[in-house]
């Protein structure tokens, strides 16, 4: 209950729970002056829309107006209540909490004391672990540490190593019968496992080397342990539990973070002892994962030390570290598309990991490697290209598709067009005359991908007058709710509407840009996505649109005068979509969108049409006449020779499915928010 919590330490946790802390916990945010912008998590938003500020200890999305301080977030995001999330800020903060009473806070208390007494068994642990790498036990464990580690006592101490015994029970009998902790918290903290819910009771970690895990407080929450005998896994995670999520843990990172912060710079390696090889070596802004694919809200920890949002990845150089690295990019390259973070690959080709680059190489050398390591799309690029020999027709098919699968990703034609260049030199292998050709052809089929759908001539006569109901909405949305003015600007770009399709509308479209770029100067809509200005965002939503738009019609477009009474006296329908704007603009956007990709569909069925394609029985009849080729016939190069001949047609059969897929979609997005049309 909100009651029972005293005035003054909600004031202290309102004090004490930096802003900044609190969000980047969840998102991610990039400095930008004074002050942090990220993608607001309380609508769908796809450029960096909301502002966080450390001044004020505030934050403020621009496009759906959410904002408040650091307790109004996490009740927001998390739907938590005033009071938990209170309390959770106070336990983070090291706040006392006053006056704490009734049921509800009691469970709490009790959940705290639980988890007290987990820090506190495994710390006890940490300590057993290590007296028995330094005993008679651990002479192998310690030999493995030093010799073939080449780890100083200086690091095995700060790292805090240990060693599990080769026993079935001595930790278990040492934590239940000397320290005397009950028997369901060693369970639960994960140390022990009981067998098919029986009585027989035996430790997880058994002769394996011991590495504790801690969180961003520096608290033990778990262990990590090495197999020394063959025993597989050879990495050993203790399992989630009550202070323990994988998926938000890294590796080292309360060791690294200010040195991440000095470097500006986050390096992430595959294992635990390559972060120790590293930090051993002086390369102390790095960690690690623990086991899982680096996620979004790893990333986001990371961010939070690295002004300019530099994270790189050194995994392994073996097949399992290629494809390690292939999933990270696949689940944050949203967020580099989008500049939000600095994503580059470190791979070290001629070297399993960095613990045995650095063997024979000086930390210098590594940092020199870290400073010039690849953006990810050029490592992706150079993917593409490797171990294919390109003088064989069906690598160079896959490897153009590929190249074109990927480049259509970029959003920014400048940037598509310095790779499309750089990829055409690649392919003509620096014969200037073919590079030109293999460009254009490349762009080409990057445009198939990312077709707007602009052309009328793939329009059917029934989606015009439904078009323009739609389009009208818009603009009578855009005068009549200036707080959703800079989310349908922003919503257009995301969605790639450039322009309307019924001329007046148009028009009408025109002039209200030509109105706001007369109050605010030429430059306004980037200023506004830029600028961090209340008052800038104050001045854009409060013109007066409905009474300038009829006077500058007036004087530059009379003929339009007479098309804008039902935007500024609307009828009954056009005031019942007051009711829900937010809702009903979305699924009106998503129609929008519909048509363009219903056009684009017609075009690829137009263009798959037009292919002339080559049969089964022609292939055969190819390899028939064709002896000295040295084939024998078999299916698959019949299926080879018929998805080569075939490969354009093949393309757009592919386009227009995902296509569809596509417009599948946009129904789920605007279901619920759908207008009939």
């Known amino acids: 209950m909100v009651h029972s919590i005293h005035p003054r330490t909600i004031q202290e946790v309102k004090e004490k729970a930096d802003i900044v802390d609190v969000i980047s916990e969840h998102i991610v945010l990039k400095k930008k002056g004074k002050e942090f912008v990220g993608i607001c998590p309380f609508h769908d938003d796809t450029k960096p829309s909301m502002t966080v500020s450390p001044s004020k200890q505030f934050y403020y999305c621009f496009s759906c107006g959410a904002g408040g301080n650091s307790i109004k977030f996490l009740m927001e995001f998390t739907r938590a209540n005033f009071s938990d999330v209170v309390l959770s800020l106070a336990k983070k903060n090291n706040i006392n909490v006053e006056n704490l009473e009734g049921p509800q806070v009691e469970a709490y208390k009790k959940q705290l ?61 040492y934590l239940s019968k000397v320290e005397k902790f009950p028997i369901n918290l060693i369970l639960a903290s994960g140390l022990a496992i009981s067998k098919d819910n029986s009585d027989k009771i035996y430790d997880r970690f058994r002769n394996r080397l011991i590495v504790p895990i801690h969180d961003t407080q520096g608290r033990v929450v778990a262990f990590g342990g090495r197999s020394l005998d063959g025993q597989e896994p050879k990495y050993l995670n203790s399992p989630e539990s009550e202070i323990f999520e994988k ?172 790779y499309l260049q750089k990829v055409s030199e690649r392919l003509s292998k620096g014969q200037a005359r073919l590079a030109i050709q293999f460009e254009q052809d490349l762009r080409n089929q990057v445009k198939g991908f990312r077709w707007h759908g602009r052309s009328k001539k793939f329009e059917q006569p029934n989606e015009i007058s439904r078009r323009e109901k739609n389009e009208s909405e818009i603009i009578f949305y855009y005068l009549h709710c200036p707080d959703l003015r800079l989310f349908i600007r922003d919503e257009f770009l995301k969605r790639e509407i450039n322009s309307f399709n019924t001329n007046y509308i148009q028009d009408l479209w025109e002039a209200i840009s030509k109105i706001e770029e007369n109050k605010l100067g030429l430059n306004y809509l980037n200023e506004l996505k830029q600028s961090n200005s209340q008052n800038l965002h104050k001045d854009f939503s409060s013109i007066d649109l409905i009474s300038l738009l009829a006077d500058y019609l007036t004087l530059y477009n009379p003929e339009s005068l007479n098309k804008i009474n039902n935007f500024v006296n609307p009828d009954e329908l056009f005031l019942t979509l007051l009711s829900n704007p937010k809702d009903n603009l979305l699924g009106t956007l998503s129609l929008l969108e519909k048509y363009n990709s219903l056009k684009r569909c017609r075009h690829l069925i137009e263009s798959w049409g037009s292919q002339r394609l080559k049969t089964l029985e022609n292939c055969i009849s190819i390899l028939i006449d064709n002896p000295s080729s040295g084939v024998s016939g078999t299916n698959k190069e019949i299926d080879d020779l018929f998805n080569d001949l075939n490969s354009d047609a093949i393309k757009f059969q592919e386009l227009y499915y995902l296509e569809r897929q596509h417009i599948n979609f946009l129904d789920k997005q605007r279901c619920g928010n759908f207008i009939a049309s």
């Open 113 to 173: 004391s639980r988890k007290e007494e987990l820090y506190k068994i495994l710390r006890v642990t940490k300590n057993w672990f290590n007296s028995q790498l330094n005993n008679s036990l651990g002479v192998e464990a310690m030999k493995y540490l030093t010799s073939k580690r080449n780890l100083s006592n200086k690091i095995i101490d700060d790292f805090e190593l240990g060693f599990a015994p080769n026993s079935w029970n001595d930790l278990f009998n």
């Open 247 to 418: 998926g938000k843990m890294l590796f080292a990172f309360e060791k690294a973070s200010s040195n991440i912060r000095k470097r500006d710079k986050a390096i992430i390696v595959e294992g635990y002892f390559d972060v120790i090889a590293l930090h051993s070596k002086g390369i102390t802004n790095s960690v690690a994962s623990l086991g899982t694919a680096l996620n979004k809200y790893q990333i986001s920890q990371l961010c939070r030390c690295t002004d300019n949002k530099n994270i790189i990845l050194n995994f392994d150089s073996d097949n399992a570290g290629t494809l390690a690295t292939k999933r990270v990019i696949k689940e944050v390259e949203n967020l580099s598309l989008q500049d939000q973070i600095n994503l580059k690959i470190l791979q070290l080709n001629d070297f399993k990991d960095p613990d045995e680059f650095l063997n024979s190489h000086t930390p210098e050398d590594y940092f020199n490697l870290i400073d010039n390591s690849s953006f990810w799309i050029d490592w992706e690029i150079d993917q593409i290209f490797k171990d294919k020999d390109l003088t064989k027709s069906e690598n160079f098919q896959t490897v153009t598709s590929s190249l074109v699968k990927l480049l259509s990703k970029l959003p920014q034609s400048s940037t598509r067009t310095h």
